[in-house]
């Protein structure tokens, strides 16, 4: 079952309230987005810990071959 990006930016939005996010379907087919999440709260953060939170952030919509989020291509950022 595919998503739709506003579900994918509401789970995103859940964790991160004060966030930029912008949700690209890659592909058409609501299973392949891309993100990009800019939020002040990664200050300080590596990237592999910002992209952590924000795939814990999605639950298990990515989980494996059940998941209804086939593929997302996460940018993640601090704002300028």
Do not use: C, W
Request: aromatic fraction near 4%; charged fraction near 25%.
């Amino acid at each position: 079952m595919a998503m739709e990006a506003s579900e994918i930016e509401a789970l995103i939005r859940e964790a991160f309230p004060d966030a930029s996010i912008t949700i690209t379907d890659l592909a058409g087919d609501g299973n392949h987005y891309a993100a990009e999440v800019v939020d002040e709260s990664f200050r300080g953060q590596n990237r592999v810990q910002q992209q952590r939170a924000v795939y814990a952030a999605l639950k298990d919509k990515m989980a494996g071959s059940q998941g209804e989020l086939h593929a997302l291509a996460l940018t993640t950022k601090v704002p300028d």
